[in-house]
């Protein structure tokens, strides 16, 4: 880059010291610079900042995955492996410096703090722990110490229903974060998300919730210690151990407090704690007094690698990243993942002979990242794969586009989202390079679209899984009193607390939202039911004032209101006169109110009753007149019980005792009085089945209705009962006004054979076949009339009529000699 002698200035401090924000002041002074950040994220923050001061067209931003580089542009924000280093540019920073110490990244940032340099400044960002080392390897350089702006100081351990508003909860696995948003759902309402595997637009998207106060808590990965700016005034740790690609480790102190720093900004204070009070996750207090007062161990030593090794031969390739350095502030980086990939490659048949000429292109190939963690042998095949094409030009268009493709997809759970994301990082890796693709803008642009639609299908999911707007709602306006939150209720019984929908009113059933849970439903409940009295009240004052048609009948008895259940019909004094019983959604409502509406639906059942079902309401009236006499009251009280219908035999004696007129008023009631049963032919019709077995069913008495239209059925048929007005004959069940029309015409055709005899009756064989009547269906029925079998016909019993008047089988009876086959 430019000259090593340009003035070099390195400004330490602990977190929230206004580091970054010096560092863009002074690039932004010259007249071109650049910064290299740890994270794309951070890199892109600051570059959307630096757009706002020098506009679109003169700033560029270069990570591995997206590159914006516009023709004129002078100011570049890069991560720190794809910081261009070729360019002369006046000013030029590197943050983080103290992450030369990582084992994974280390020996990057310490090439650039040993070689990024401005033409006219250069600047090393980073911790005090830097200093020692700092002085060793850039001698010439000017130590600024910078002061922390606000105090950091321990709040102790606190469980997470206990953390403050405005908390960062930091943990250290995408399950640990999972989990820990999944709780802050249930107990507060959510949580925004943050790692360093997410997408900026996704990040941005899910910072933006926290910082406008849609959700007060926000779980991170440790990616929130490297800059991120963020409105936090508490930190949490739920753990103080954490996986370093090696081994599971307790964090140093210089890492708790880098990611504790996060806590309080500018001049406002910030508190850090743990989430256990006890145990490997809890502070030690000489952690806390180390953080408290930034007094960390220095670095004696920073990881290094040949950031600029051979690529004449593969051999040389090898060699030179294998170099140990030369001073004795450095030492050999442990073997990163491209190395590790560069030599099983070169272990492998003919990959010695292609990279011939074009070992740089390998070395470029075996840099793609590992976004998937699918492990070194399976990224090594990738990488081999990509290779083979690179060596024989560029890479397959067809390949690329069905790979592309086969992620562009937005259906699926948090987990697969990510990973798509995750995958579509490596195809966006590739396309950043200006000579593997035929037409690398075109595929550079289609990966960033698809990475932008994973990007928001994945803040949709992680809202919808770690968000609960409702109850964040609630717990925010809760300070103020349950009563005071502004719930209303929509006309179509939608109810909202503060604008997010929290359930429904369902006539008087009040339903938590099904994608609420646990204690959700319960403060949720209790908001709205305070809010819903007056509501209810209304709409029970409307049912008592309501037409009849506002009423009608429901299944098993129960009495509806529009779409609502508000009673069912019970036991009552007898069949036709039941009890009236609200449903329990009414219980809400005062005594006196349900008391309204109890009796505003016994009128409409009895009005339904007599208009419906008028034989039944006249029968009911009859058992309770004195002036009916006892026969009348027995036989109406029977057919009444049957819901309309009775069998004769039983009645015999009353049927004796009756009376003409009775047997008039009975007549005109719509009764029969038949050979085998008593019973209304109108209450046979379908249209009187509802009314009969909601009655019948308040008894006890289950009666399921028969098929429509149907006169004949197999017996043990639902329907085939006396309850529904089925006689049982035989095998057969026949429709009981059939069963009276064939004994009216059985007994109208009976008399004597002209010889002293009775005459045999025949019935008629398209009559049983027009009715599906079997022939043991005809033989019991004819028995219980009081016929015997004669010949091919059927004798009365009883006493013969005279010879003058012999029976002729006429009509619907005539001719069925051979149906019974002689019996």
């Known amino acids: 880059m430019g000259a090593h002698d340009t003035r070099v200035t390195a400004v330490l401090g602990p977190t929230n010291t206004g580091k970054t924000h010096l560092a863009i002041e002074r690039m932004c002074a010259h007249s071109s610079g650049m910064i290299g950040f740890p994270l794309r994220l951070l890199a892109r923050e600051v570059y959307d900042r630096v757009v706002a001061i020098k506009g679109r067209d003169s700033v560029a931003l270069v990570t591995g995955e997206e590159r ?16 261009p280093m070729q360019r002369d540019l006046a000013f030029v920073a590197v943050d983080e410096a103290q992450l030369g110490a990582d084992r994974e990244r280390g020996h990057v940032f310490t090439d650039r703090l040993l070689h990024a340099r401005g033409r006219e ?110 409105d936090v005034g508490h930190v949490a740790f739920a753990g103080l151990t954490k996986f370093d690609g090696q081994r599971r480790r307790r964090l140093t102190v210089a890492e708790m407090a880098q990611i504790a720093g996060r806590a ?122 990509v290779f083979g094409h690179l060596s024989a030009g560029y890479l397959p268009q067809q390949w690329f586009a069905d790979e592309v493709a086969r992620l562009d997809r937005v259906d699926g759970d948090v987990e697969t989202i990510a990973g798509r994301i995750s995958g579509i990082r490596k195809w966006a890796y590739i396309a950043q390079r200006p000579d593997w693709l035929a037409d690398p803008a075109h595929w550079a642009a289609r990966t960033q679209a698809v990475e932008e639609r994973l990007s928001d299908a994945l803040h949709a999911s ?19 009193g349950v009563g005071d939150l502004p719930v209303t209720i929509e006309a179509d019984g939608e109810v909202a607390i503060a604008g997010h929908t929290i359930g429904r009113l369902d006539g008087f059933r009040f339903t938590v939202a099904p994608d609420a849970r646990g204690a959700d439903k319960r403060r949720l409940l209790a908001a709205a039911e305070n809010r819903l009295a007056a509501e209810r009240r209304r709409r029970a004052e409307a049912l008592v004032a309501a037409a009849d048609d506002a009423f009608a009948l429901g299944e098993d008895g129960a009495v509806l209101a529009g779409a609502v259940t508000v009673a069912r019909l019970a036991r009552g004094a007898s069949l036709a006169r039941p009890a009236v019983v609200l449903d329990a959604d009414l219980d809400c409502l005062d005594a006196r109110m349900r008391e309204a509406v109890t009796v505003r639906v016994r009128r409409w059942v009895a009005d339904a009753i007599a208009r419906t079902l008028p034989s039944l309401a006249a029968m009911a009236g009859a058992t309770r007149a004195a002036e009916a006499g006892p026969a009348l009251r027995s036989i109406a009280g029977a057919v009444e019980a049957g819901a309309g219908f009775a069998a004769r035999l039983p009645l015999a004696a009353a049927l004796l005792d009756l009376p003409a007129p009775a047997r008039a008023w009975l ?28 009655l019948l069913a308040a008894q006890g008495v289950v009666a399921p209705a028969p098929p429509a239209s149907a006169t004949t059925l197999p017996r043990g048929t639902p329907g085939a009962t006396a309850a529904m007005g089925f006689r049982p004959l035989a095998a057969q069940a026949v429709r009981i006004d059939l069963v009276e029309r064939i004994a009216r015409g059985a007994h109208d055709a009976r008399g004597t054979d002209g010889k002293g005899g009775r005459a045999a009756f025949v019935p008629d064989p398209a009559l049983a076949v027009s009715m599906g009547l079997e022939p043991e269906t005809i033989a019991r029925l004819m028995a219980e009339l009081g016929f015997r079998p004669a010949g091919d016909g059927y004798v009365w019993r009883g006493r013969a009529r005279p010879r003058s008047a012999p029976v002729v089988a006429t009509g619907a009876f005539a001719g069925l000699a051979g149906l019974m086959g002689g019996g």
């Open 68 to 83: 914006i580089v516009p023709k004129d542009a002078r100011w570049f924000l890069c991560t720190a492996e794809s910081m």
């Open 462 to 480: 992680l809202t919808q899984r770690f968000v609960d707007k409702r109850t964040s709602a609630l717990m925010r306006s809760i300070g103020a």
């Open 667 to 694: 007549r005109k009631r719509g009764v029969t009085i038949g050979a085998l049963d008593l019973f209304d032919p109108r209450l046979l019709k379908p249209g009187a089945h509802g009314w009969r077995r909601a």
């Open 264 to 385: 309080g900004r500018h001049q406002r204070d910030g508190t850090f704690g743990a989430l256990a009070e006890e145990g490997p996750d809890a502070f030690e207090p000489e952690e806390v007094q180390r953080i408290e007062g930034h007094r960390f161990p220095p670095l004696e030593t920073l990881f290094w690698r040949d950031g600029a090794p051979d690529l004449s031969t593969l051999d040389a390739l090898v060699a030179s990243l294998s170099r140990k350095p030369d001073h004795e502030r450095l030492r050999a980086a442990p073997e990163a993942l491209d190395l590790k990939v560069l030599r099983r490659l070169a272990e492998e048949p003919g990959v010695a002979d292609r990279a011939r000429g074009q070992v740089d292109r390998l070395w470029a190939a075996c840099g793609i990242p590992d976004f998937e963690k699918s492990g070194v042998d399976p990224h090594a095949r990738f990488v081999g794969r």
């Open 121 to 230: 400044e250069t600047m090393i960002l980073g911790s005090d722990t830097l200093r020692p080392v700092l002085r060793a390897l850039v001698p010439e350089a000017e130590i600024v110490q910078r002061p922390r702006f606000s105090t950091l100081s321990y709040a102790g351990a606190k469980k997470l229903s206990r953390l403050p508003r405005r908390s960062a909860i930091v943990a250290f696995s995408a399950e640990e974060v999972y989990a820990t948003a999944e709780m802050l759902r249930r107990l507060r309402g959510g949580a925004a998300v943050v790692m360093g595997a997410l997408s900026p637009r996704t990040r941005n998207a899910q910072v933006a919730m926290f910082q406008a106060g849609e959700v007060d808590y926000l779980v991170a990965t440790d990616a929130i210690g490297m800059g991120l700016n963020l």
